[in-house]
C-alpha cells in the first residue's frame, strides 16, 4: 500500500511486520514522512528497510530523536565503565569488546547479556519508564547461515486470541519486570546473579493488558522480565505469566527478520510486539556489529504503577 510520501509497505509477518521501499533514510526525512512512519510503525510493530538505514552513529541518534526521547547508557559510564561506542545514545549490540576483539565466554557478563536477550523480551519494561521504540542499524554481519537474526512476536495477536476467561482474568493484573529475573532464568549457573534475589531490587510495574497508543488494540504486555504478579501468590503469578508467555510464543505470531547487508534497519515498537537476539554460530567466529536506540514512552501508560519521580535502572554494580 502505498502513502502521500511514497512510502510502499509489504506485510512480511503473518499478522505484523512490514519491509518498506520508497524511503532512504540516508538522508534526513520531512515532517510529513516522520508522520506516516509513526503510523505505520505502530500499526505494523516492526519495520525494516533494506541497506538504506541511517549512515552513521550520529545520524541514528538524530534520526531517532525525532521521535521522542531517547534512552541512553548513562548508569554505566557515571559506574566508569569504558564503552567501546562513546555516544551514550547507542547500545552496542555487537559480540566486540572495548579493544574491537570478537568476546569469548571468559567475559562472563556480556555472555550473560547475551543469553538474557536471547529470552523473548520487550527493551526496558524492568524500568519505571517502560521504552517505545528501539532502531537497530546493521554495520557489519557475519557471513550467511551463521545465525544472528532477529524475532519478533505479535503481542497484540496474541490478546486478541486469548480466550474471553483469560482476558477476564487478566484485565486489571500488574505484572513486576526485573532485568535480573530475565537474566537468573537464562543464566541458571553464572556466579553473577546467584546471590541476588530479584525481589531485593526494584521492579518496573505495568499493566498486564495495555492498549495501544496509535492502534487503540489491547496488548499482552508480559515478556521474561516479568517476575511475578502483584498481589498474587508468587507461585500462582508466576504460572499464570508461563501461561500467558507460552501462549505467547506460538510460531502463528512469529516473525523471523534475517539481517543481509550492512546498512540493514529495523525499527520495532516495544509496546507492541517482543522480540529476541539468536545465538548463532558467528558468536565466537565472526564480527556481528549492530547499533541500537530507543526512545522512552510518552504515553499515558510509560510510567504504568511506577512513581514517575522514582528514576533507577537495573544492572550489575
Ligand atoms: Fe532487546
Redesign the pocket.
Known amino acids: 500500500m502505498p502513502y502521500a510520501t511514497g512510502i510502499e509497505v509489504t506485510q512480511v509477518g503473518p499478522t505484523f511486520a512490514a519491509e518498506l521501499q520508497g524511503i532512504n533514510l540516508n538522508h534526513p526525512i520531512s515532517d510529513e514522512t516522520l508522520e506516516e512512519l509513526k503510523q505505520i510503525i505502530g500499526k505494523y510493530g516492526v519495520v525494516s528497510v533494506r541497506k538504506l538505514g541511517p549512515k552513521s552513529d550520529d545520524d541514528l541518534i538524530a534520526f531517532g530523536a525525532r521521535f521522542g526521547e531517547l534512552d541512553s547508557i548513562r548508569p554505566h559510564k557515571r559506574a566508569g565503565r569504558k564503552m567501546r561506542i562513546p555516544q551514550e545514545e547507542i547500545f552496542d549490540i555487537s559480540n566486540l569488546d572495548n579493544n574491537g576483539e570478537i568476546v569469548t565466554t571468559a567475559d562472563a557478563e556480556r555472555t550473560a547479556t547475551a543469553y538474557g ?1 536471547a529470552l523473548w ?1 520487550a ?1 526496558g519494561t524492568f524500568n519505571p519508564r517502560r521504552t517505545h521504540l ?1 532502531m537497530l542499524r546493521a554495520v557489519t554481519l557475519p557471513p550467511e547461515g551463521t545465525g544472528g537474526h532477529t524475532e519478533y512476536l505479535d503481542a497484540a495477536q496474541a490478546y486478541d486470541d486469548l480466550s474471553e476467561e483469560m482476558k477476564e482474568k487478566v484485565k486489571d493484573l500488574v505484572a513486576c519486570h526485573s532485568l535480573f529475573h530475565n537474566r537468573k532464568t537464562a543464566n541458571p549457573d553464572s556466579p553473577l546473579f546467584k546471590n541476588i534475589v530479584p525481589q531485593d531490587h526494584p521492579m518496573g510495574k505495568h499493566k498486564v493488558v495495555q492498549r495501544h497508543d496509535i492502534t487503540g488494540r489491547s496488548v499482552l504486555f508480559i515478556n521474561s522480565y516479568a517476575h511475578h504478579i502483584d498481589g498474587m501468590a508468587l507461585e500462582e503469578g508466576q504460572a499464570l505469566i508461563r501461561e500467558l508467555f507460552d501462549h505467547m510464543k506460538q510460531e502463528k505470531y512469529m516473525y523471523v527478520h534475517h539481517w543481509k547487508s550492512t546498512g540493514d534497519f529495523v525499527i520495532w515498537d516495544n509496546t507492541g510486539v517482543l ?1 529476541r ?1 539468536t545465538i548463532g554460530n558467528y558468536q565466537h567466529h565472526h564480527v556481528r556489529d549492530l547499533r541500537r536506540i530507543s526512545t522512552l514512552d510518552s504515553g499515558p501508560a510509560a510510567y504504568g504503577m511506577n512513581d514517575p519521580g522514582t528514576y533507577w535502572q537495573q544492572g550489575l554494580p
Open positions: 536477550n523480551h527493551d528501539s522480540h537476539a
